[in-house]
């Protein structure tokens, strides 16, 4: 049996070092960034919620009292139980902030491979699987409030990865556990499962077309027997801002030095996962959500253009991540890495009376405003976020741009007034 390039048949090559160290680099960085982030209560109401699900799915509900219901009759997301004896052993916030950002960040792995096992050299795949970490979208996407969406790019790498290799029950494995992702998924398997019958194996295709019918009529009937309605959102045929949605997709494909281009009428397999940012209704997804968990679809499919791209053309992968950094640095990133942004500082006062709360046990609501400790104390089953909004609310900025007071901060000095861990005048 001939040996792939980048990869020998006793496991993985040690070519893809590059991508394997910084994967590693990545996780560390923006696992110390969204600690921070945690521990300066400036995380949404997401990250408590989910919390709270799985604490509870340890007794079999669902119900958080972030959304006020239970979360599998909101969405379609029973990968979620997978996680349930991780948070038995470890009921914190951190635990769901490692593992979405080791998922986003193991994506690449698998995207190395797979251009190993196009044919490209070894250097063209590290190129492509570090330009997908450099990304706006895969940055965000770990620096934002947990979703289940941060799965999507490793189970779609990993997807494709199985469908080059002709396995058949591989890629069934990784689209059932993709549709458990979102009940949206359920739409991309069956289009991309026509695409593969029509185009690459008609067995394996109609087999994932059947797989997505099969999930969307168990899910439509789970929630018509339990008198539900998932969080859908509303569509319409109109486009509101449409040079922001255009803007959206340069900056999709900037990092990847505009190479899915390359694949021409190939790109219009992506016209869905498109369609479901563009036309959708009240939300209107401006460019400054390229790193919102609604473009986990878009961007892994981006980087897999941009593999298929790299074999007539060598040299765009070699320019993706000088490309990707540039993107990263100058033009848009929705985290703080980026020159003159720094590491919130944290109020351990405060802090540590999210931690008094979670620890308590004892029934609480808290406010809409404090969203940052309710995802920090969310493991108290009993603690409530009140659904209604909340006119006290303040608006904090957005980013800490004081060096000198962070720096003041990790002396031990006492920091200037915060707002959300960002100094602000007295």
């Known amino acids: 049996m001939p040996r792939l390039r980048g990869v020998t048949?006793?496991?993985?090559?040690?070519?893809?070092?590059?991508?394997?160290?910084?994967?590693?680099i990545f996780a560390v960085v923006y696992i110390a960034l969204d600690l921070n982030k945690l521990y300066a209560l400036r995380y949404g109401a997401d990250l408590g919620t989910y919390l709270q699900t799985l604490v509870n799915l340890r007794h079999g509900s669902s119900w958080n009292y972030g959304e006020w219901r239970p979360h599998l009759l909101v969405h379609d997301s029973w990968l979620l139980v997978a996680l349930v004896p991780l948070i038995a052993v470890f009921p914190r916030a951190e635990t769901l902030v490692a593992v979405q950002v080791i998922a986003v960040a193991a994506a690449a792995i698998p995207l190395a491979i797979l251009g190993s096992e196009l044919g490209l050299a070894p250097?063209?795949?590290?190129?492509?699987?570090?330009?997908?970490?450099?990304?706006?979208?895969?940055?965000?996407?770990?620096?934002?409030?947990f979703s289940e969406n941060a799965f999507v790019p490793l189970l779609v790498a990993l997807g494709a990865l199985a469908v080059r290799r002709?396995?058949?029950?591989?890629p069934l494995i990784l689209a059932q556990l993709l549709l458990g992702v979102k009940e949206d998924q359920m739409f991309f398997v069956a289009w991309f499962g026509i695409a593969c019958a029509v185009w690459w194996d008609r067995r394996m295709g109609v087999a994932l077309v059947a797989l997505a019918v099969c999930n969307g009529a168990g899910f439509w009937i789970a929630e018509r027997a339990a008198g539900a309605a998932p969080n859908l959102p509303h569509y319409g045929l109109t486009i509101a801002d449409p040079g922001g949605k255009l803007t959206m997709v340069l900056l999709l494909l900037?990092?990847?030095?505009?190479?899915?281009?390359?694949?021409?009428?190939?790109?219009?397999?992506?016209?869905?996962?498109?369609?479901?940012?563009?036309?959708?209704?009240?939300?209107?997804?401006?460019?400054?959500?390229?790193?919102?968990?609604?473009?986990a679809s878009l961007v892994v499919a981006a980087a897999i253009a941009a593999l298929f791209a790299s074999r007539p053309y060598p040299r765009?992968?070699?320019a993706m991540p000088i490309a990707a950094l540039i993107a990263m640095v100058f033009i848009f990133n929705d985290t703080v890495v980026r020159p003159g942004r720094w590491p919130y500082i944290v109020d351990w006062n405060a802090y540590s009376r999210a931690v008094r709360i979670r620890e308590s046990g004892r029934p609480l609501e808290l406010a809409r405003r404090e969203e940052g400790t309710w995802a920090v104390a969310a493991a108290n089953p009993n603690l409530r976020l009140d659904p209604r909004p909340d006119p006290a609310a303040r608006s904090c900025p957005a980013y800490n741009t004081n060096a000198a007071a962070f720096f003041q901060s990790l002396a031990g000095r006492a920091a200037p007034a915060l707002c959300g861990g960002v100094p602000v005048a007295r």
């Open 166 to 170: 002709r396995s058949f029950w591989a």
């Open 9 to 24: 048949s006793g496991g993985l090559s040690w070519s893809l070092r590059p991508t394997y160290i910084a994967v590693a």
């Open 123 to 145: 250097r063209a795949a590290n190129a492509v699987a570090i330009a997908y970490l450099l990304t706006p979208s895969a940055q965000g996407l770990s620096y934002d409030n």
């Open 254 to 295: 900037a990092p990847f030095a505009f190479a899915p281009l390359a694949v021409r009428w190939w790109l219009l397999l992506g016209i869905p996962l498109l369609a479901e940012i563009v036309f959708m209704r009240p939300w209107n997804y401006e460019p400054s959500r390229v790193g919102s968990h609604y473009t």
């Open 316 to 318: 765009l992968a070699r």
